[in-house]
């Protein structure tokens, strides 16, 4: 597939927090752990991140019911603390990060290529859950 023929989906949300805390519960697995799932059926019981260029990264996202599961993973392209971040997950779909701080306030938002099976707006709905968790988490931790 063509790099034309991929769509890319970007979500975004502010945080009330600093850009270093925010980096912090983004990256650390005892934080991801806490906000990583798009709906209350779901969530993370196991997170492993080597935060670097070439370092792999995997969430473990199942259903709560234990019906189903799968591994969210893929490997660092670009890494730096505070400002980015960008990787390749296994399916080679492409995901940047951008976190923009203001004081108490940072700004994070997150691109995607979509993949084909769901529809574009069932993948920003999911993504934006995601990231609404991890505002709400960040926030009140």
Known sequence: ???????SITVETIVQAPVEKVWECWTKPEHITG???ASDDWHTPRAENDLRVGG????RMEARDGSMGFDFSGVYDEVKPNERIAYTLDDD?????????????TTVTETFEAEKENSVELQRGGWQSILDNFKKYTESN
């Open 1 to 7: 597939m063509s790099k034309a023929e991929k769509t």
């Open 35 to 37: 906000w990583n799932n």
């Open 56 to 59: 792999k990264f995997l969430s």
């Open 93 to 105: 779909r492409k995901v940047k990060i951008v976190f923009t701080g203001n004081d108490n306030e």
